[in-house]
Nanobody
Framework: QVQLVESGGGLVQPGGSLRLSCVAS????????MSWYRQAPGKERELVAALANVGGSTNYADYVKGRFTISRDNAKNTVYLQMNSLNPEDTAVYYC????????????WGQGTQVTVSS
């Protein structure tokens, strides 16, 4: 069965860093663009960062540019989100997302991992 298993969330101080990981199984990882979304209480789920399946093209939300980096290791079926200079507004549940390329008709979601930035 298809699985996206996330890890790396937790509590961090403002200005600190976390690295989220998402391990995929049950599908051909290299055929899927990967992305991270987040959802804070009372807010809509929003795109944080996206990475193409080939070519290395990335897309970031304006509020994370220069702070977050998305990367993937196809040999490990894993996508990462390195988060630096975290602030309390980054507090949310972070979700891993996979989208089949080039059509985008098929997609999968991870279970989410909580990130809390607080002093």
């Amino acid at each position: 069965q298809v699985q996206l298993v996330e890890s790396g969330g937790g509590l961090v101080q403002p200005g600190g860093s976390l690295r989220l990981s998402c391990v995929a199984s049950g599908f051909t990882f290299s055929n899927y663009a990967m992305s991270w979304y987040r959802q804070a209480p009372g807010k809509e789920r929003e795109l944080v960062a996206a990475l193409a399946n080939v070519g290395g093209s990335t897309n970031y939300a304006d509020y994370v540019k220069g702070r977050f980096t998305i990367s993937r290791d196809n040999a490990k079926n894993t996508v990462y989100l390195q988060m630096n200079s975290l602030n309390p507004e980054d507090t949310a549940v972070y979700y891993c997302h996979a989208k089949r390329m080039p059509w985008g008709w098929t997609d999968y979601w991870g279970q989410g991992t909580q990130v809390t930035v607080s002093s």
